[in-house]
T-cell receptor
């Protein structure tokens, strides 16, 4: 079982609220990722990080922001939640992989966010 | 455009039966193909990973095959169990990017009935 944790697991919040989704891993992985997944749909990469103080936007445009101050911690923040942000958010991490990208990506259990 | 297509979208089988899930991809340059199992409300868990030089790989009752020429893969589940009920996701990685970018299929939702 992977050592990657997400909190909260479920969150129901009103429109306009600021929220932070937490993600932590204890494997010492440099690379971390945030994905968004709607029911029955594929995972979409929204943010990623190569290491401390490195963050980049992914393929899917997102109003969320991320930070990477410590290797083990990669929180995602929404300044003003809207109903369109309702989705499942999955955090993942992997070790350095080289150009063949063979490194395993380990996923957290996800946060199910509902904005009312 | 890099894409991963899976079929069928959903499948219902009886406990003890075998089944095969399909995956077609257009990701290039290809590096490796992975099959993940995702239980409802959980994150995906890796079942197998295959590079272009591998044709088949097994993990218990799960056997994945890869044809890099036709860009097709399959996941065969033998003697299904109720705990096999989950979404099975085909994921393809490209070669050359330091990100380790993964391209995800939408998954096949498998339901095993007693």
């Amino acid at each position: 079982e992977a050592d990657i944790y997400q909190t909260p697991r479920y969150l129901v919040i009103g429109t306009g609220k600021k929220i932070t989704l937490e993600c932590s891993q204890t494997m010492g992985h440099d690379k971390m990722y945030w994905y968004q997944q709607d029911p029955g749909m594929e995972l979409h990469l929204i943010h990623y990080s190569y290491g401390v103080n490195s963050t980049e936007k992914g393929d899917l445009s997102s109003e969320s922001t991320v930070s990477r101050i410590r290797t083990e911690h990669f929180p995602l923040t929404l300044e003003s939640a809207r109903p369109s942000h309702t989705s499942q958010y999955l955090c993942a991490s992997s070790e350095a992989t080289g150009t063949l990208n063979l490194g395993e990506q380990y996923f957290g259990p996800g946060t199910r966010l509902t904005v009312t | 455009k890099n894409q991963v297509e899976q079929s069928p979208q959903s499948l219902i089988i009886l406990e003890g039966k075998n089944c095969t899930l399909q995956c077609n991809y257009t990701v290039s340059p290809f590096s490796n193909l992975r099959w993940y199992k995702q239980d409802t409300g959980r994150g995906p868990v890796s079942l197998t990973i295959m590079t272009f030089s591998e044709n088949t790989k097994s993990n218990g009752r799960y056997t994945a095959t890869l044809d890099a020429d036709t860009k097709q893969s399959s996941l065969h589940i033998t003697a299904s169990q109720l705990s096999d009920s989950a979404s099975y996701i085909c994921v393809v990685s490209d070669r050359g990017s330091t990100l380790g970018r993964l391209y995800f299929g939408r998954g096949t939702q498998l339901t095993v009935w007693p």
